[in-house]
């Protein structure tokens, strides 16, 4: 484990700094610090916790880019998640987004496999391509009404099994169709299969403005794409 010392002049983890420390479990990081570089801790296969203080507002990306035994991580008051920030985290079960979280980059959680939900704070207004793509586990997933973005393939390859649209909207999303590759299914989920999707940006020719392989109308009056497979 280390222990960063406080120093009002140590504000910056440099890029790199710990990338493929292999037997690194633990580090706690000084209120000092505002930034984490690009791909600081790295390839840190064995770090199973993280203190990021409050301090920290801005976190390269690749930052935690395969820490496969990292279980949990609370991110601090950030306003996006770079890309590829915690890809290939296969451990990781929890993370906590920040309120202050508008954006989530390109491939963000990709390849967590065990991650099996996430609660999206209602102030992200985009969603990156692939950024939960290859979530293997991913069941459960609460999108707020703020998210008029979506990137392609943003949920490929998840565990989502059902999609349920419970509000209206008028906005577009990026790429079609919505959740390419995952086994989702527009309508009303079962209680087996619930994946709470709360928001759709769909208009009534479908996802981004298209056809698609067809429409279904929601009890909420949205027209959802079908096809998602």
Do not use: M, Y
Request: glycine residues 10%; positive net charge; charged residues 15%.
């Amino acid at each position: 484990s280390v222990v960063l010392p406080h120093h009002s002049n140590f504000t910056n983890i440099a890029s790199s700094t710990f990338s493929g420390c292999s037997s690194l479990e633990s580090i706690s990081i000084p209120s000092s610090v505002t930034t984490l570089g690009t791909a600081s801790f790295a390839a840190c296969s064995s770090l199973r916790a993280i203190d990021i203080p409050d301090s920290v507002t801005a976190i390269g990306e690749l930052s935690f880019f395969a820490c496969t035994s990292l279980l949990s991580i609370r991110l601090p008051a950030v306003s996006s998640l770079s890309d590829q920030l915690l890809q290939r985290c296969t451990t990781l079960e929890s993370i906590v987004l920040p309120g202050s979280l508008t954006s989530i980059g390109n491939g963000a959680l990709r390849g967590c496999t065990a991650l099996r939900s996430v609660a999206i704070p209602a102030s992200v207004t985009s969603i990156g391509a692939k950024a939960f793509s290859d979530c293997s586990s991913l069941s459960s997933l609460s999108l707020p009404g703020s998210v008029s973005s979506i990137g392609a393939k943003a949920f490929a390859g998840t565990g989502l099994r059902c999609v349920e649209v419970v509000s209206r909207s008028t906005g577009r999303w990026e790429g079609a169709p919505l959740l390419p590759g995952s086994k989702a299914q527009a309508g009303v989920c079962g209680d087996q299969q619930r994946a709470e999707i709360r928001r759709f940006g769909t208009n009534r020719r479908g996802a981004a403005g298209h056809r698609g392989r067809g429409a279904a109308r929601s009890r909420a009056g949205l027209v959802a794409p079908l096809g998602l497979a």
